[in-house]
């Protein structure tokens, strides 16, 4: 579907020189001189790559759709994670490295959401939250108990996390996957 370049939004995919981009950040532009245009910071969905482009009102972009569906993580082999579609059975691996950080948080069984284009895998969406064990955590300083102070723990997976003083080894949170933060204690 073709749409106007100042029309953009963030979040939009859009086809740009030949390659799949999704639009991180906008700026409509209206100068003193000349026509208005949209500033927009693309990241390329492939290679991820950003680019800085200007679009005037009078050119147009392709948008793009992407199928999203509901795949569930079976094993890693290697540097290769294996996925399996919910509904056709059908088993997908893909490189670690797609997920970035996220990929520590990654739980055998997790449910996760996949984004296609023409079939093809290009993102792999966690849950947002996480439950996870604190495997070990700091002592309280004496003191520090009253302010609202955080101390450094590390979680069963290996990432280091920020908690509050009264959470010990041994206990479950809830942990934010992208920004790495202690949400609340599990139930």
Avoid at 108 to 133: C, F, I, R, T
Avoid at 146 to 160: E, F, M, T
């Amino acid at each position: 579907m073709k749409i106007s370049g100042v029309d953009i939004r963030p979040g939009n995919i859009i086809e740009y020189e030949d390659g799949l981009w999704r639009a991180v950040k906008i700026q409509h532009t209206q100068p003193g001189k000349g026509g208005a245009y949209m500033q927009v910071e693309l990241k390329n969905l492939i290679d991820g790559r950003k680019n800085n482009v200007r679009f005037r009102s009078a050119e147009t972009v392709e948008k793009v759709r992407l199928d999203t569906r509901e795949y569930q993580y079976l094993y890693a082999e290697g540097d290769m994670l294996t996925f399996m579609d919910k509904e056709s059975f059908e088993q997908v691996s893909l490189p670690a490295d797609m997920l970035g950080d996220a990929v520590a948080f990654l739980q055998d069984g997790m449910d996760v959401m996949l984004e296609l284009y023409e079939e093809k895998p290009l993102s792999v969406q966690l849950p947002d939250q996480v439950e996870a064990e604190i495997v070990e955590a700091d002592a309280v300083v004496k003191g520090q108990t009253a302010s609202s102070s955080y101390k450094p723990a590390i979680l069963d997976n290996g990432v280091r996390v920020m908690v509050p003083p009264h959470i010990t080894s041994g206990t479950r949170i809830i942990v934010d996957v992208y920004n790495q933060e202690y949400v609340k204690k599990a139930d």
